[in-house]
């Protein structure tokens, strides 16, 4: 089975503009969650989707936002891009059924830098 | 906040030896899980342990969990060069509906 894609790896932009990030899950994973990964902060969970409904979310400003497609493929959109927000964003995909939970299998991950 | 804290933040050891991190948390979980993490790339998973399972194996590692202390422990034996990575405890308090909470890691380094 082909891993979890996430694209593109690397991102630079400035303080103001909006990015999108995309993901691609394992084949036959529903669930897709987000995460954003900083030095100080750690990880941290922004949000996750199922159905393409978001089931949850973080503790993030409303500048994060996400989405879901039927193909369970993921974008997460930052809009006026602050330079906090410099971080590896993760995409994780997992099986997910009656409330029991699998592992979570992340990918590469997508380098945003803010200048 | 941080769910799942680990102990130590760092660990520096030879080649050979076993390598054990502790994981403590504060709510009630589903389950707990360990990744390992290498150089800032994606997390690996290793190893998901039920709340009502107390110990579980994969190879050379071993996982334990206490949910009356609320922590849990990853032991790596006869560790090897390519074991040197940041490992995360990760805990499931919702049955995924909130993410995964993980701690701040600890960052292995294996000497040859």
């Known amino acids: 089975k082909a891993g979890v894609t996430q694209t593109p790896r690397y991102l630079i932009k400035t303080r103001g503009q909006q990015v999108t990030l995309s993901c691609s899950p394992i084949?036959?994973?529903?669930?897709v969650s987000w995460y954003q990964q900083t030095p100080g902060q750690g990880l941290q969970f922004l949000f996750e989707?199922?159905?393409?409904?978001?089931?949850n979310k973080g503790n993030f400003p409303g500048r994060f936002s996400g989405r879901q497609f039927s193909n369970s493929r993921s974008e997460m959109n930052v809009s006026t891009l602050e330079l906090g927000d410099s971080a590896l964003y993760l995409c994780a995909s997992s099986f997910w059924q009656g409330g029991i939970t699998y592992e979570q299998y992340f990918g590469p991950g997508t380098r945003l830098t803010v200048t | 906040s941080q769910q799942g804290e680990e102990d130590p933040q760092a660990l520096s050891i030879q080649e050979g030896e076993n390598a054990t991190m502790n994981c403590s948390y504060k709510t009630s979980i589903n389950n707990l899980q360990w990744y390992r993490q290498n150089s800032g790339r994606g997390l690996v998973h290793l190893i998901l342990?039920?709340?009502?399972?107390r110990e579980k194996h994969s190879g050379r590692l071993r996982v334990t969990l206490d949910t009356s202390k609320k922590s849990s422990s990853l032991l790596i034996t006869a560790s090897r060069a390519a074991d040197t990575a940041s490992y995360f405890c990760a805990t499931d308090v919702r049955g995924g509906a909130d993410g995964l909470t993980f701690g701040k890691g600890t960052h292995l380094i294996i000497q040859p």
């Open positions: 989707y199922f159905s393409e409904t978001q089931r």
């Open positions: 084949s036959g994973h529903r669930s």
């Open positions: 342990i039920r709340s009502n399972e």
